[in-house]
């Protein structure tokens, strides 16, 4: 209703209804038909965008920007996009089942089959290898710097094994998040599949399961 009365105060122009929440006004960047007949009765022009990426593609101009930025490599060796990832894989990535590599440290090969897992039995470590695609979104006098991250995830996770009995193993993946940076926040425009650690990230996964085995003795003693 809000919408529709800001959309009123100049029907001849188009309003833009930017939400994320698909479930309550529609699903695949449609309005719901009873939402869709509001808007029609109304007589006004409404664009309906549930996806950050079609806002962008909207209303802002992307800019290249170097892989070695000096503020977008300021942002991500900050304590707080290490902090905000950690909340996002295991709220959003991992919050239920998922898929990783068992890591077994006594392995020469150091990882083994990919897994099946229901859940995060420690906290995981979480931190940036790389990152891709950097970019400067800007419209009007604003601009907001823009990466693709590739976090790799490590820690103890719980799989049920003979007989439906729980079991814990230590294990590693990673995840491509398109991060968009705003003043004091982070936003996510898109997040990949899982995917098993790549050759060259196999020492800083074997590092930071080490670190995360060390954590979770720590804790039981």
């Known amino acids: 209703m809000t919408v529709l009365d800001e959309a009123k105060r100049d029907p001849s122009g188009r309003t833009c209804f930017v939400t ?13 038909p009873e939402l869709a007949a509001e808007v029609t009765e109304a007589g006004v022009t409404l664009e309906y965008l549930s996806d950050l990426k079609k806002v962008l593609a909207r209303f802002a101009e992307r800019r290249p920007v170097p892989h070695d930025d000096a503020r977008l490599q300021a942002r991500l060796s900050a304590r707080s996009t290490t902090a905000w990832l950690h909340q996002f894989i295991v709220a959003e990535v991992a919050s239920g089942p998922f898929e990783a ?18 859940g995060w039995l420690s ?27 590739k976090v790799l995830a490590t820690g103890f996770a719980r799989t049920l094994g003979f007989g439906f009995t729980p079991t814990a193993k230590l294990v ?49 003693w």
């Open 20 to 32: 994320r929440n698909s479930k309550n006004f529609g699903p695949d960047g449609r309005l719901h």
């Open 101 to 118: 590599c068992v890591v077994d440290l006594k392995d020469e090969a150091l990882f083994l089959e990919w897994t099946h897992f229901d």
């Open 123 to 149: 906290t995981p470590v979480v931190e940036i290898i790389g990152w891709s695609d950097e970019a400067d979104y800007v419209a009007a006098d604003v601009s907001r710097l823009a990466a693709t991250v």
């Open 172 to 220: 590693a993946f990673t995840v491509d998040v398109r991060v968009i940076f705003g003043e004091d926040s982070l936003t996510a425009l898109s997040v990949s599949g899982l995917h098993p650690v790549e050759d060259e990230h196999k020492p800083a996964a074997a590092s930071a399961a080490r670190r995360a085995s060390t954590a979770i003795q720590e804790d039981l």
